[in-house]
T-cell receptor
Framework: GAGVSQTPSNKVTEKGKYVELRCDPI?????LYWYRQSLGQGPEFLIYFQGTGAADDSGLPNDRFFAVRPEGSVSTLKIQRTERGDSAVYLCASSPGTGSHEQFFGPGTRLTVL | SQKIEQNSEALNIQEGKTATLTCNYTNYSPAYLQWYRQDPGRGPVFLLLIRENEKEKRKERLKVTFDTTLKQSLFHITASQPADSATYLCALVNSGSARQLTFGSGTQLTVLP
């Protein structure tokens, strides 16, 4: 079956612009996570959705970052007024949400802020 | 402060040998710990999960141990192959937290033919 997909695969933007990154989780997975990974580092947690609601957004670095999952499936990570320090690979993962703790990751979106 | 440390950034071993990767943590009480494999340009792929009350888990050529007294997990790949070359990440879920993973920075393993 299809895995987690993320679009775009690459995004180049200018400092100060607004970007949206999309995640399509595995069908039927109720839990969805966003992580950010910088070069040479492990993924860093941003936000976790259970269904439509954000169960934990403690990893969002500041109020320029926001994520939604309005119908409990596709999620969008939104970054306002981008800064060069936002450049990283943004990873999305999903899991069945009950019982299973394995997370299935997408290939990521590489964001470059010039 | 809380830390997850993986033993080295890079590890080179000869094909057929056993690779041992280390994950140490400080100021966490993990409910469970996971190991992931990550290839360049790809997202992490789940390998194994071990719970706080388990000492050892095996899956084919992979073995994970978990010592909550030492605050350490060891990840072993036996009979290593060049195809095992990748970055291996340990990740834990802290007791009482939601399901988000906290990752170490990874160890890049190269298996030489």
């Amino acid at each position: 079956g299809a895995g987690v997909s993320q679009t775009p695969s690459n995004k180049v933007t200018e400092k100060g612009k607004y970007v949206e990154l999309r995640c399509d989780p595995i069908s039927g997975h109720t839990a969805l996570y966003w992580y950010r990974q910088s070069l040479g580092q492990g993924p860093e947690f941003l936000i976790y959705f259970q269904g439509t609601g954000a169960a934990d957004d403690s990893g969002l670095p500041n109020d320029r970052f926001f994520a939604v999952r309005p119908e409990g499936s596709v999620s969008t990570l939104k970054i306002q007024r981008t800064e060069r320090g936002d450049s990283a690979v943004y990873l999305c993962a999903s899991s069945p949400g009950t019982g299973s703790h394995e997370q299935f990751f997408g290939p990521g979106t590489r964001l470059t802020v010039l | 402060s809380q830390k997850i440390e993986q033993n080295s950034e890079a590890l080179n071993i000869q094909e057929g040998k056993t690779a041992t990767l280390t994950c140490n943590y400080t100021n966490y009480s993990p409910a469970y710990l996971q190991w992931y494999r990550q290839d360049p340009g790809r997202g992490p792929v789940f390998l194994l999960l071990i719970r706080e009350n388990e000492k050892e888990k095996r899956k084919e050529r992979l073995k994970v141990t978990f010592d909550t007294t030492l605050k350490q997990s060891l990840f072993h790949i036996t009979a290593s192959q060049p195809a095992d070359s990748a970055t291996y990440l340990c990740a834990l879920v802290n007791s009482g937290s939601a399901r988000q993973l906290t990752f170490g920075s990874g160890t890049q393993l190269t298996v030489l033919p």
